[in-house]
């Protein structure tokens, strides 16, 4: 079969390619999101700093919840694709992976960890955040 095939992503140009020259299947995933940042090593950073999710934060994230048993709101897959608004942000603090939320309803801010470290500090540090930063942030 002969063809031309042309991929676009943010910012990479691809030239065209002939479909019986290509060696691979393609899988494209919003652009947009992480501008096709594949190949940087990004670190998480630490808590009160926080980043956006982005599809090259799986591995890191996947990391912090490899040990637990699977639970929706700390999968990958589940918190990139309900991440609709793109206000999902991450952080790190004492080893555990901490989530800054938006209620999927009212849009209220809100923050949740999983780990296994320092957790009386963890628990009391997000607890004070909340307190201090995200009450009534909607």
Same mark, same amino acid.
């Given at each position: 079969?002969?063809?031309?095939?042309?991929?676009?992503?943010?910012?990479?140009?691809?030239?065209?390619?002939?479909?019986?020259?290509?060696?691979?299947?393609?899988?494209? %995933?919003?652009?947009?999101?992480?501008?096709?940042?594949?190949?940087?090593?990004?670190?998480?950073?630490?808590?009160?700093?926080?980043?956006?999710?982005?599809?090259?934060?799986?591995?890191?994230?996947?990391?912090?919840?490899?040990?637990?048993?699977?639970?929706?709101?700390?999968?990958?897959?589940?918190?990139?694709?309900?991440?609709?608004?793109?206000?999902?942000?991450?952080?790190?603090?004492?080893?555990?992976?901490?989530?800054?939320?938006?209620? %999927?309803?009212?849009?209220?801010?809100?923050?949740?960890?999983?780990?296994?470290?320092?957790?009386?500090?963890?628990?009391?540090?997000?607890?004070?955040?909340?307190?201090?930063?995200?009450?009534?942030?909607?």
């Amino acid at each position: 079969m002969r063809g031309l095939l042309l991929l676009l992503c943010t910012g990479i140009p691809v030239p065209p390619m002939r479909i019986s020259e290509m060696s691979h299947a393609v899988f494209l %995933y919003p652009a947009h999101r992480d501008r096709c940042r594949q190949h940087e090593k990004q670190v998480l950073p630490q808590f009160p700093d926080f980043k956006c999710l982005e599809w090259n934060d799986r591995k890191q994230v996947e990391q912090y919840t490899a040990p637990f048993p699977p639970y929706s709101d700390f999968n990958f897959t589940s918190l990139y694709a309900w991440d609709v608004d793109n206000k999902m942000r991450i952080s790190d603090l004492h080893g555990n992976l901490v989530i800054l939320f938006s209620d %999927y309803v009212t849009g209220e801010a809100f923050l949740s960890f999983i780990g296994t470290n320092n957790l009386p500090e963890t628990a009391c540090t997000l607890i004070d955040y909340s307190k201090n930063h995200l009450h009534g942030q909607a």
